[in-house]
């Protein structure tokens, strides 16, 4: 049985730009107070910390700043795409894996 799938298909790329999305739009979140949806916001806004660090690196770089800070809209503009092609790596590594290991073990059978 030959399996042609590809890496990247279109159910990847939409699951990546979905989380994506949400994980920049959970930074705006905090700032409704210390609630449930606080907490919850906190946590998944985690995921997205990476993306966040790298929009502050390029943000350094862009604006010649000492800091990472800046307006928060303008690192969560940074910082999606970065996510985004975060998100879509990971899932094309983990297929590929995958991929390999299913191919392995159908071999040692």
């Keep these: 049985?030959?399996?042609?799938?590809?890496?990247?298909?279109?159910?990847?790329?939409?699951i990546a730009a979905l989380l994506s999305g949400i994980v920049s739009a959970a930074y705006a979140c905090p700032d409704l107070g210390h609630s449930l949806s606080y907490s919850f916001c906190r946590q998944i806004s985690l995921a997205g910390a990476p993306g966040i660090l790298i929009a502050a690196v390029v943000s350094m770089a862009l604006l010649g700043g000492a800091h990472g800070g800046g307006p928060l809209a303008m690192l969560l503009i940074i910082a999606a795409p970065i996510n985004f092609l975060l998100y879509l790596g990971l899932a094309v590594a983990g297929r590929a894996v995958w991929k390999m290991l299913k191919k392995r073990s159908d071999e040692s059978t």
């Design 1 to 14: 049985m030959s399996d042609q799938r590809k890496l990247l298909n279109k159910k990847t790329v939409l």
